[in-house]
Nanobody, 115 residues
Framework: QVQPVESGGGLVQPGGSLRLSCVASGRFFSINTMGWYRQAPGKQREVVATITTSGGTNYADSVKGRFTISRDNAKTTVYLQMNSLKPEDTAVYYC?????????WGQGTQVTVSA
């Protein structure tokens, strides 16, 4: 079992920045991908960014050039640096730790981008 806990969400004006953190505890054997997802009201959960244990990253087109995913060397903490935030980035953001056959989710952190 892996238990992720997100933090860092909040209210920010358009054009502002936030840094989300996800600290996880538990057994990390065979975890091969960590990622951030988001779900806006009335919409399906969507992938924002992922990072593999070897450091490979992928981003949704909507956040490329604005968001950066990273992790610590122990591979137990994953971050999402969000710059140039837009109102359409408003959502609950979830972190995810994945191994073949298992997927672990945090409880989510709210990000609201509004003037």
């Amino acid at each position: 079992q892996v238990q992720p806990v997100e933090s860092g969400g909040g209210l920010v004006q358009p054009g502002g920045s936030l840094r989300l953190s996800c600290v996880a505890s538990g057994r990390f054997f065979s975890i091969n991908t960590m990622g951030w997802y988001r779900q806006a009201p009335g919409k399906q959960r969507e992938v924002v960014a992922t990072i593999t244990t070897s450091g490979g990253t992928n981003y949704a087109d909507s956040v490329k050039g604005r968001f950066t995913i990273s992790r610590d060397n122990a591979k137990t903490t994953v971050y999402l640096q969000m710059n140039s935030l837009k109102p359409e980035d408003t959502a609950v953001y979830y972190c995810n730790y994945y191994r073949v056959g298992s997927s672990y989710w945090g409880q989510g952190t709210q990000v609201t981008v509004s003037a």
